[in-house]
């Protein structure tokens, strides 16, 4: 059974970072994809991004919004995901999912996620 657990969130002014960790326990399979989702209040849920590993070598994507300023990346040997937010802002504020599949998977559906974590409330005050 996999596990995601996310921490990292909190309260913070504009122009600060964070650092989201995600770890996930159980099986890891020889590709997949793990990501960051959120949804702030009233609105849907979006992808902020993802790593994907194909077995060789890791590709990274982002959505528009955060291209810049966040930085998502793995570490393999302690299993978890990590999504660095710099020059966060208040349009930023969300409550951010960890993801995973157990594919390679290039897209941006969050149908397409078998595994999803508790959330971490990630505030950004102006």
């Known amino acids: 059974q996999v596990q995601l657990l996310e921490s990292g969130g909190g309260l913070v002014q504009a122009g600060d970072s964070l650092r989201l960790s995600c770890a996930r326990s159980g099986r890891t399979g020889y590709s997949y994809t793990m990501g960051w989702f959120r949804q702030a209040p009233g609105k849907e849920r979006e992808f902020v991004a993802a790593?994907?590993?194909?077995?060789?070598?890791?590709?990274?994507s982002y959505t528009d919004s955060v291209k810049g300023r966040f930085t998502i990346s793995r570490d393999n040997a302690k299993n978890t995901l990590y999504l660095q937010m710099n020059s966060l802002k208040p349009e930023d504020t969300a409550i951010y999912y960890c993801v995973a599949s157990d594919r390679y998977y290039s897209g941006t559906d969050s149908g397409a996620y078998d595994y999803w974590g508790q959330g971490t409330q990630v505030t950004v005050s102006s």
């Open positions: 790593f994907r590993w194909n077995g060789v070598y890791g590709r990274t």
